[in-house]
């Protein structure tokens, strides 16, 4: 923030604190309580619930996600009906509501699994303990340590690194800023829940990549660094590589057709998932080969040969 509320934050020192940081923490917590995106995996505190809710969000928006994370509940309302479920039905379920990489319903199912048999059906409360649940990374563990359990770190996501780093001149101008000491040492000590939820709102509703600082009433105005000075730069955003034509886009419409249709050979399979499919051609057999290799090694579909020919079906 700027110079006349922070000292420097000094490389491998815990990071100086805007001397008003009651304040700061005061104004983003009000703002967030008076008006937020009303999520309804921000209503409860269930950690199955919101473990469903990370995973989904990974690769869509929020806004459509609540669509998937209601029906996903309504069909496996609980950890043990999950685990209780065949793998392709879950993985259908998720090509069929397009949401993203298939093989994070596998994780999620294993995930599932490992709640019932490994944890007598209580999930871990901690990060690291989360961190063991297959699938489930640093980020993801914290998040549902966080908003399950009242229990996690600062969360750090692309929208926090942006708030932080317009917020602070010092991670602004800094050459490896060190996002998550100042995360960790600006949220308020046992308040990960409504702190994460506040900030992450802050970066996704006000503090976006074309800012509405004034125009969503950005409570840290009178502190931010880039309101004061004009300079909203902030790190470049990855980008998702395009869906339409990729390989993961037929690698999804593999699991839907087989989901739908059961085993198949692989020139029943091609036609039916593009529609320029010759068995010889540059979209033919050798490239559907390679599609459902690496569905077989994300553990999604099985490929066996069957006189001379090959067929393919989701794993059961």
């Given at each position: 923030?700027?110079?006349?509320?922070?000292?420097?934050?000094?490389?491998?020192?815990?990071?100086?604190?805007?001397?008003?940081?009651?304040?700061?923490?005061?104004?983003?917590?009000?703002?967030?309580?008076?008006?937020?995106r009303d999520f309804p995996w921000r209503r409860t505190d269930d950690p199955y619930e919101i473990l469903v809710s990370e995973v989904m969000s990974q690769q869509t928006q929020l806004g459509r996600v609540v669509e998937a994370w209601e029906d996903f509940l309504d069909e496996w309302p609980t950890?043990?009906?999950?685990?209780?479920?065949?793998?392709?039905?879950?993985?259908?379920?998720?090509?069929?509501?397009?949401?993203?990489?298939?093989?994070?319903?596998?994780?999620?199912?294993?995930?599932?699994?490992?709640?019932?048999?490994?944890?007598?059906?209580?999930?871990?409360?901690?990060?690291?303990?989360?961190?063991?649940?297959?699938?489930?990374?640093?980020?993801?563990?914290?998040?549902?340590?966080?908003?399950?359990?009242?229990?996690?770190?600062?969360?750090?996501?692309?929208?926090?690194?942006?708030?932080?780093?317009?917020?602070?001149?010092?991670?602004?101008?800094?050459?490896?800023?060190?996002?998550?000491?100042?995360?960790?040492?600006?949220?308020?000590?046992?308040?990960?829940?409504?702190?994460?939820?506040?900030?992450?709102?802050?970066?996704?509703?006000?503090?976006?990549?074309?800012?509405?600082?004034?125009?969503?009433?950005?409570?840290?105005?009178?502190?931010?660094?880039?309101?004061?000075?004009?300079?909203?730069?902030?790190?470049?955003?990855?980008?998702?590589?395009?869906?339409?034509?990729?390989?993961?886009?037929?690698?999804?419409?593999?699991?839907?057709?087989?989901?739908?249709?059961?085993?198949?050979?692989?020139?029943?399979?091609?036609?039916?998932?593009?529609?320029?499919?010759?068995?010889?051609?540059?979209?033919?057999?050798?490239?559907?080969?390679?599609?459902?290799?690496?569905?077989?090694?994300?553990?999604?579909?099985?490929?066996?040969?069957?006189?001379?020919?090959?067929?393919?079906?989701?794993?059961?």
């Open positions: 923030m700027t110079d006349g509320h922070a000292s420097s934050l000094e490389t491998g020192d815990a990071p100086a604190l805007p001397e008003d940081v009651d304040d700061v923490r005061d104004a983003l917590i009000s703002w967030y309580e008076a008006d937020h950890a043990a009906d999950l685990a209780a479920a065949d793998r392709s039905d879950v993985v259908s379920f998720w090509s069929g509501h397009s949401l993203g990489y298939n093989n994070r319903a596998k994780y999620l199912h294993e995930a599932a699994r490992q709640v019932i048999e490994e944890y007598d059906g209580e999930f871990p409360r901690s990060p690291d303990e989360l961190s063991e649940l297959m699938g489930v990374g640093p980020y993801t563990a914290n998040a549902v340590a966080s908003f399950a359990f009242n229990n996690g770190d600062a969360v750090v996501d692309t929208n926090v690194k942006r708030v932080l780093h317009r917020a602070f001149a010092e991670i602004h101008n800094a050459d490896d800023p060190a996002y998550e000491d100042v995360a960790n040492a600006l949220m308020p000590p046992g308040e990960s829940r409504i702190w994460n939820n506040a900030i992450m709102e802050l970066g996704g509703v006000a503090c976006q990549k074309t800012p509405k600082c004034d125009e969503e009433g950005c409570p840290w105005r009178e502190w931010c660094y880039a309101y004061q000075s004009g300079d909203f730069t902030a790190p470049d955003v990855p980008t998702q590589p395009e869906f339409e034509g990729s390989r993961r886009q037929f690698r999804g419409r593999i699991v839907r057709v087989l989901g739908k249709h059961g085993e198949l050979h692989l020139d029943e399979l091609g036609p039916r998932i593009r529609v320029d499919y010759t068995p010889d051609g540059e979209h033919g057999q050798e490239w559907l080969r390679g599609l459902l290799r690496d569905l077989s090694d994300d553990g999604l579909v099985d490929i066996d040969d069957e006189n001379g020919q090959t067929v393919a079906s989701l794993q059961q």
